[in-house]
C-alpha cells in the first residue's frame, strides 16, 4: 500500500476495533504481529538515550514498524568520557531497529532500517505515517512542524518547544492540519496520576485553595568535563547546535547535559514542568487555559559559567478562583493540591492523601471520569487509527510549561507579569510580552 491508502487501512480498522469483538493483537497482548502492510510506519528524529528507550516501546507493539532513524552523532556513549555504556546514535539506534526485525528480513519481508542525518528528507518520506521527536529541546518545534507539514502524526517529548512561541505554531499546525499529536509527558498515562486527579476534579478535597507542585533543583558545577575541545569527529556539532548560537563545544553541555543551557533547554524548571506542572494543570481544569499572574521568587545560579539555569527557583503563580500555585525547586517532588476539606499528593510510584480511605481500592471519588490511557504510546497509536484526540495534545502540553516560559520571563526583567490566557499575552508590559515571543534563531534556521 502507499502512504495515504495505508493510513485510510489503518483509520477504518481503527474504527472497527470500536467494536468489542474485534481487538487488536497489541491489545490481547499476544505476540502476534500484524501485516507489514497493516502497520503503523514510524520514524524517529533524535536517537539519544531517551529516543532509543521510548522507541524500544514503540517496537515492542505489533502494530507498528519503524522504519527510519534520524540523528546528528554516528555513535556516542552520552556523558561517558570513554566508549563504555550503552551506544547512543545513528548506528545504535539502526542496529537496534534491524536486531528486532532480524527474523523478518531473513524472509524478505523486512528491508531495513534507513538512516538519515537531515530530519527534513526522513519527514519527506511517502513510507512514514508517524514521527517521534525525541531531539534536544532547541530542534522540538523545527522537526515537528517539519513533520506535520510532511502529514505526519507526531509524537514529541517533553516539554513541546524550547521557545513560547514555537508551542503556539506548533499546536497550531497541528490544528490546521487535523493531525494525532502526543506530548510525551508521560504521568497522565500513570494510573497513580489519573487516581489523584479523579479525586481533584470530583470535589473530594473540597474548594481548592493552594497547588504546590516539586521540581529538582538545577545544576550548580557542570555535568561531566567542562573543557573547551574539538567536538568528536562523529558528531556533527553545526548542526546539532542548529537555530541555538554557536556556543564553544563542551561535553559538559553536550549530550543529555545540554539541557542545563538556555540556548538549548531551560533548566530543571522547563525539563520537569511538563511532567508535575503539567498533573496540577490536568487536576485545575487548565488544560486550554492558564495563570493569572506569575512571578519568579528567590532564584540562585551555578557556580560555573557552562550553565545558565537556575539552580535553586520558585515560580509563583495565581490562577482564577484565588488559587495559589507554587512551582520549584522549594517543594517536594510530584504535585500536591490543598483544598477546604484535604489535599491529595502524588508523584512517580506514590500517592499520598489526608483520607486514607480516598485511597482503599474500589473508592469511588465520584462520577467525573479523567481521560483514561493504556499506556502513553499506545494511546498514541490508537489515536492514530480512530483520529481520537491524545490524552496530552499539543495545546495541553505547551499551556502546562507557559508558567515556565513567563517566569523566565519575569527573572530576566526582575517583576512579575499578568497573564491573559485566553489571548496568550502578557497585560500592560509591552517589554515583557515582546521578551516573551523572541525567536532568537541563528541564521539560516528559521520558524517557517
Known sequence: MNHTSRRNFLRQAGAAAVAPTILSASVLGTK????????????????????????????????????????VDKLHYGKNPGRTGRPWGLEAGQQIV?????????????????????????????????????????????????????GKDVYCEK???????????????VAARKAVFQVGSQQRSDALFHQGV????????????????????????????????????????????????????????????WRWHRAYGGGQLM??????????????????SGPLSVEAVNWTWPKTDVYNSPVD?????????????????????????????????????????????WLEKGFKAGDKAAYKSPGHS????????????????????????????????SNDLGRKVVWDAAKEQIVGDADAQKKLMELPYRAPWKLA
Open 32 to 71: 502476534a504481529r500484524a501485516a507489514a502492510s497493516e502497520r503503523i510506519t514510524l520514524g524517529v528524529i533524535g536517537v539519544g538515550g531517551r529516543g532509543i528507550s521510548v522507541m524500544e516501546d514503540f517496537l515492542r507493539k505489533a502494530d507498528v514498524q519503524v522504519v527510519a532513524v534520524c540523528d
Open 313 to 357: 527557583y520558585e515560580v509563583r503563580c495565581e490562577y482564577a478562583g484565588g488559587i495559589q500555585v507554587s512551582i520549584g525547586s522549594v517543594n517536594p517532588m510530584g504535585t500536591k493540591w490543598i483544598g477546604e476539606s484535604g489535599w491529595v499528593y502524588v508523584n512517580r510510584g506514590k500517592i499520598e492523601a489526608s483520607n486514607p480511605a
Open 198 to 257: 479523579e479525586l481533584v476534579i470530583n470535589g473530594a478535597i473540597g474548594k481548592i485553595k493552594e497547588v504546590k507542585v516539586g521540581l529538582p533543583r538545577g545544576h550548580e558545577q557542570p555535568d561531566g568535563d567542562p573543557a573547551f575541545t574539538d567536538p568528536p569527529a562523529s558528531l556533527d556539532y553545526d548542526f546539532w547546535t542548529g537555530p541555538s548560537p554557536m556556543l564553544p563545544y563542551t561535553r559538559a553541555r553536550n549530550h543529555w547535559s
Open 271 to 288: 525539563d520537569w514542568i511538563g511532567h508535575h506542572n503539567d498533573i496540577a494543570h490536568w487536576g485545575l481544569g487548565m488544560d486550554k
Open 378 to 409: 499506545q494511546n498514541f497509536i490508537d489515536g492514530i487509527k480512530t483520529r481520537a484526540e491524545c490524552i496530552c495534545p499539543a495545546e495541553t502540553g505547551h499551556r502546562s510549561i507557559t508558567p515556565g516560559h513567563l517566569a523566565y520571563v
Open 98 to 150: 534491524d536486531t528486532h526485525y532480524a527474523k523478518e528480513k531473513e524472509s524478505g519481508a523486512y528491508k531495513g532500517c534507513g538512516t538519515h542525518k537531515d530530519y527534513r528528507e526522513l519527514c519527506a518520506r511517502t513510507d512514514i505515517d508517524a514521527v517521534l521527536v525525541a531531539t534536544p529541546d532547541h530542534w522540538h518545534a523545527l522537526a515537528t512542524i517539519e513533520a506535520l507539514r510532511g
Open 159 to 173: 516539554p513541546v518547544t524550547h521557545y513560547f512561541a514555537e508551542g503556539q505554531a506548533v499546536y497550531r499546525e
